[in-house]
């Protein structure tokens, strides 16, 4: 019986099976083979008995069952592992797990996840990238309103708003290679990392097993991987969690009946909204993703107290990681995967746009009136309150900015109609937008 909703609702199959029990048990088979032939290389064991180990241990002759029957008895997880691979090593079986200890399989075998997880988790963040890149360049000059504070600022561009999202984005992938090599980190240095059980080339026999897998060697280690280096992994997707919920939050806002700018796509053939407001169209998907990165926020506290170990290790971490790492993988992947496919089948409405910018009254191009009249000689202090008087009036009024500009003395000696439909068009006012989108483009998709 399922418990878990990553069990039967989120989480792709990809990144599911990453995490998947059977995975576990073969990357930990794969530390031991290693370990195996690092011993082989040093001259610890004989070559012959590192390739039986090797081939037990990729065989599948270790079976998840077979494990389990041994744990049950024995109460120890890493300890059952090397039982079952022993049982069918044959005579080499007597070399299995030599000179380790548990962690040293527990975080390496993790290591190995992490990097299987973080190559599946950065091409889904190069999608998105170029998703939001498309998006950018299709709306470079699809003029729309800028709001701070939720309210009328000035205009910007659509594509500039998604040209934004890129760039965050292309920051969180180059975060994510930058840190791989500080977090893909294994150790085979024992039980309190001096790597005595391991003999006088413990050093060298690291070294041999790390590059046989593609992991960093730590330089120092207690009896585990030390977990400022996890905390980086987990605060960085969970960076990646809140610029999507940021993203996403936007749509739910542009989608609100009362600006309509955007909305997420909707069958209308076969979609309900509600199941009791039959004309609902709600951002659900949108809504997940905040949900999500709410939860997947939640893991970063945890994962700083997992660090806190007495002396050379304790247990304290063991069972908080085991949630930690795989949901937060699992939930921030999903939370990727749902925001690319919001924002390649995303309704983009510039009709709807436009009628914003006129619903304003020309209240929104205040500021380049305001420039317009310090271009005329009237000092900047002088023109920001007499635009301000002039928009108080047009709002109390219902007139337009530029009635109200037109009405007022001062303005009308330096501001003429035909000056006014040249400086309060929106189009006008968009400054760099499109120049910035095109630096954007270049720089993401040089990265992805």
């Not at 360049?137 to 309103?145: F, G, L, N």
């Not at 120092?220 to 809140?242: G, K, M, P």
């Not at 330096?414 to 000056?419: E, Y």
Request: one cysteine or more; proline letters at 3%; hydrophobic letters at 45%.
């Amino acid at each position: 019986m399922s418990v878990c909703p990553l069990d039967f609702r989120y989480g792709r199959a990809q990144m599911r099976e990453i995490f998947s029990e059977e995975s576990r048990l073969r990357k930990l088979l794969e530390v031991e083979a290693a370990l195996a032939r690092a011993h082989a290389r040093v001259g610890t064991i004989p070559k012959g008995d590192a390739e039986a180990i090797s081939k037990a241990a990729a065989g599948g002759a270790v079976s998840l069952e077979r494990v389990r029957e041994i744990e049950a008895e024995i109460k120890h997880d890493i300890m059952a592992v090397a039982k079952a691979l022993t049982e069918v090593s044959g005579p080499a079986g007597r070399f299995v797990h030599l000179g380790a200890t548990s962690n040293d399989i527990i975080d390496t075998a993790t290591a190995l996840q992490i990097r299987e997880a973080l190559t599946l988790f950065t091409a889904a963040l190069e999608e998105f990238a170029e998703v939001l890149c498309s998006l950018a360049e299709r709306h470079a000059k699809t003029v729309m309103v800028g709001r701070t504070h939720g309210q009328w600022a000035v205009p910007t561009t659509f594509g500039l708003k998604m040209a934004v999202f890129a760039a965050e984005i292309g920051r969180h992938i180059v975060r994510l290679e930058e840190m791989r090599d500080r977090v893909c980190v294994g150790k085979m240095m024992g039980a309190v990392g001096t790597g005595a059980g391991l003999g006088p080339k413990a050093l060298q026999l690291q070294a041999f097993l790390m590059m046989d897998l593609g992991l960093t060697p730590p330089t120092a280690t207690t009896q585990v991987v030390q977990r400022d280096r996890h905390i980086e992994l987990i605060c960085a997707l969970a960076n990646v969690a809140t610029s999507l919920e940021k993203f996403a939050t936007e749509v739910r806002n542009l989608q609100r009946p009362e600006i309509g700018e955007v909305q997420e796509a909707f069958d209308v053939e076969k979609q309900v909204g509600s199941s009791t407001m039959a004309h609902k169209r709600n951002p659900i998907t949108s809504e997940k993703i905040c949900g999500l990165a709410r939860v997947a926020r939640g893991f970063v506290t945890p994962m700083f107290e997992s660090a806190v170990m007495w002396h050379e290790r304790d247990l304290t971490n063991s069972s908080a990681e085991r949630f930690i790492l795989p949901h937060v993988f699992l939930l921030v992947d999903e939370i990727v995967d749902d925001g690319t496919d919001v924002f390649a089948a995303l309704q983009v409405y510039p009709d709807a746009m436009r009628r914003n910018l006129e619903a304003t009254k020309g209240l929104i191009m205040g500021e380049p009136a305001m420039l317009a009249l310090v271009e005329r000689g009237m000092g900047r202090q002088e023109a920001h309150e007499l635009v301000r008087r002039c928009s108080m009036l047009a709002e109390e009024n219902e007139m337009t900015l530029r009635e109200a500009l037109l009405k007022d003395r001062e303005a009308a000696r330096l501001l003429k109609a035909k000056d006014l439909d040249v400086i309060l068009d929106p189009s006008r006012y968009i400054g760099s937008a499109e120049q910035i989108v095109k630096n954007v483009l270049a720089e993401v998709r040089a990265r992805t």
